[in-house]
């Protein structure tokens, strides 16, 4: 049985070295930039991290932001995001300037309203109590309002 090489035929030729090293730095600069974006995402938000420090300035606010959380708020708004309607920062923005802005807020809450953010619907919220849509308001009024560039 003859031989499967010659002595005539040549070794195949080496792979190229850096062909390895550019896969291995192509792969760590992938985990590297996942690692970035996850930690990007994970890291809190300054707004959040000033909304905790009113609120640990003012326990009181609590109980205003268990019924906003306990409630459907945050379907149409978010903290510093605006998804249906404006983010809680702007809302805080807009009214702080207004010397009824806690019971004007708590009448929205409960009776909703049409216009003022546009053509967005605010709906009535008839099941939350008077007390309730206070607390709520005055947890939205201690919100730091949103820096304005």
């Known amino acids: 049985m003859a031989d499967r090489y010659d002595e005539d035929d040549e070794p195949a030729p080496n792979r190229p ?7 291995v730095i192509f792969m760590l600069l992938v985990a590297f930039g996942v690692a970035n974006v996850g930690w990007l995402i994970m890291r809190p938000a300054p707004a959040a991290s000033a909304m905790d420090e009113v609120m640990k300035a003012r326990p009181e606010l609590a109980a205003g932001k268990a019924l906003v959380e306990g409630s459907d708020c945050m379907r149409c708004h978010g903290l510093t995001r605006s998804y249906v ?29 049409v216009g003022t953010w546009g053509n967005v619907i605010m709906p009535r919220h008839p099941q939350i109590t008077p007390e309730q849509a206070q607390q709520m308001a005055e947890w939205v009024m201690a919100v730091p309002p949103a820096k304005t560039p």
């Open 17 to 23: 070295k850096w062909i390895g090293w550019a896969l």
């Open 85 to 113: 309607g404006p983010a809680f920062e702007a809302i805080a923005a807009r009214y702080q300037s207004q010397s009824d802005a806690i019971d004007h807020l708590a009448r929205k809450i409960r009776e909703g309203s």
